[in-house]
């Protein structure tokens, strides 16, 4: 079992799937970055067309855009994610779905099978992705960037990217990647937005849920926890800045 995977499937198994039901309010003076993925991916659906999703957790977000296509398969390393996926896709009733467990750097997938490759949040593998696209399929990527929670993990003095805030920028390197596989990159876009945790207790609860420290412990990490959210309070809440990128890209 990779840290990776140990790591999300004890989320699964703490929180029945990949949401903390932390309690927040966010703000978003660029747009959601969310909302944006999901018109992307949408623009490329047709009712015949054959959409892989890769790191689909427990599948809930996946499963929104799933009826704008024909088929979709979905892959995750985490048993504990794809059995709370598969939970909401029959509470879904979706049965063109099917969650698998697999890598998505080498996916078992015929050359060519798909249209639409997507990772939200998820890896980014670009020679396999364009391995398993047909000549003029799209992938998809939703991704952190370089200054996301730059300030939270100052304090804390670790963290996912921590530093790369003074390195190349991850949208430029993914972009990157992508061109040198054989991809035409046709849409780029870096979004800074805001989130005020209500209390303590639910920044806690987000941070046992997100890999931001893979190995945050609410009583080991108090200090620095208590450190920042003397700082980052407000009258909406505790602040943490968030920087995401959507990136689109075409095989060529
Ligand atoms: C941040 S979660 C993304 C969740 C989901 N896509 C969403 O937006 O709600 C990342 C997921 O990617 C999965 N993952 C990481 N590396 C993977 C790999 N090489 N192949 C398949 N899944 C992977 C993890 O198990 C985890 O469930």
């Known amino acids: 079992m990779t840290q990776q995977q140990g790591f999300y499937s004890k989320v699964a198994e703490k929180f029945g799937g990949y949401s903390s039901g932390a309690q927040r309010t966010t703000s978003f003076p660029q747009g959601d970055p969310e909302e944006r993925f999901d018109a992307l991916v949408r623009e490329l659906a047709s ?17 929104a855009v799933a009826p704008s296509f024909g088929r979709v398969d979905a892959l995750d390393l985490s048993p504990e994610m794809l059995a709370s996926a598969e939970r909401h896709r029959a509470a879904s009733g979706l049965d063109h779905v099917e969650f698998a467990l697999g890598d998505a750097s080498a996916t078992g997938f015929p050359d060519g099978a798909f249209d639409v490759v997507t990772s939200r949040r998820g890896p980014l ?128």
């Open 125 to 252: 593998f670009p020679e396999e992705f364009r391995r398993v696209l047909r000549p003029g399929g799209s992938v998809v990527h939703l991704g952190i960037a370089e200054r996301d929670v730059q300030e939270l993990k100052e304090v804390f003095g670790r963290g996912q990217l921590y530093g790369r805030w003074s390195k190349t920028p991850v949208l430029r390197e993914e972009s990157d990647r992508l061109e040198r596989a054989g991809f035409t990159v046709d849409h780029a876009r870096e979004f800074t937005y805001d989130e005020y945790f209500h209390t303590p207790a639910d920044l806690d609860r987000f941070l046992q849920m997100v890999p931001i420290f893979e190995d945050y412990d609410s009583a080991a990490d108090r200090d620095a926890f208590e450190r920042y959210a003397a700082r980052a309070t407000t009258s909406e809440g505790i602040h943490l800045a968030r920087h995401w990128f959507v990136l689109r890209a075409q095989r060529n």
């Open 47 to 63: 009712p015949t067309g054959r959409l892989l999703d890769v790191g689909c957790a427990d599948g809930r977000n996946l499963l």
